[in-house]
């Protein structure tokens, strides 16, 4: 079993705490089918310059990184997940304090992978089985809004996906500083709630900013190979979610990979993977 990334440096009030659904994240990705299918996957060309291992280098974007545990992951067991060391890393947040707790956590995750490597001996590095990728870094952004199209091979997002009556507006951190008249005690208050707010709240049916990514993957995945990995929960409707994915024509692919949590009600939840084909509709 792969090491979860520690986040004890992260302030919980302000940015969303690892839980179920991250674990769930980890726990698919490193799976032996997603393993397996995503070194396949992977290691395929798309007509890009090429790695190391004579396919383009794979780009791994997680959107929302929150605390960063899941593309901290990613990062730190590149070689175990995707069966290659030449890969790129990047996440992206709307709260800029999310992102600097990412960043500290990728660090720390490679520099403990790397450590630990030592310690049981020279052999596994020179086999390159714990051999981190490059991690770019963690962008404050709205989803995959800096990203060009066609760059990303693999998206991963878990999104807020709490049904709530409305959506809190994207942060603006310049209008908590300047609420003069206010406290500081109650600004902090105010923006901590509201990046929380951010973290969890989905809107109609929990699927208001799940549907903004979806609509952006034809644009963002890489059209040969791209594949993203979408976390739901029970009343975001993913049989609704599938069959809309599927009606985007013969060169998509969905299909829910793992599940957890109660049998019934929201908190049950699911990760579907959805992936580009060949237009015939056959798995490249």
Known sequence: ???????????YERIYEPAEDSYLLLDTLSSPSEVAFLKRRLSQRNGSAKGVHGSPVPFIVE????????????????????????????????????????QKTVVQ?????????????????AKGTVTPAKYLGTLVADLCAPLRSGLVDLVVFNPPYVPTPDLPPLPKHAVFDDL???SVSARSFDRDSHLLALSYAGGVDGMETTKRLLADLPNILNWKRGVAYVLLCAQNKPDEVKNHIESWGPGWAVET???????????????????RVKKEGLEP
């Open 180 to 182: 003069t008249s206010v």
């Open 63 to 102: 959107v929302g990184t929150g605390s960063g545990v899941v593309i901290a992951f990613l990062t730190a067991h590149a070689k175990a997940i995707f069966g290659r060391d030449d890969v790129l890393t990047l996440g992206t947040d709307v709260n800029s304090y999310a992102c600097h707790a990412t």
């Open 257 to 275: 990979v793992s599940q957890s949590g109660k049998t019934a009600g929201w908190e049950k939840l699911e990760i579907i993977r959805i992936w």
């Open 1 to 11: 079993m792969l090491p979860t990334p520690l986040t004890s440096h992260v302030l």
């Open 109 to 125: 995750a490679v520099e403990e992978s790397v450590r630990d490597s030592m310690e049981q001996g020279a052999s596994l590095i």
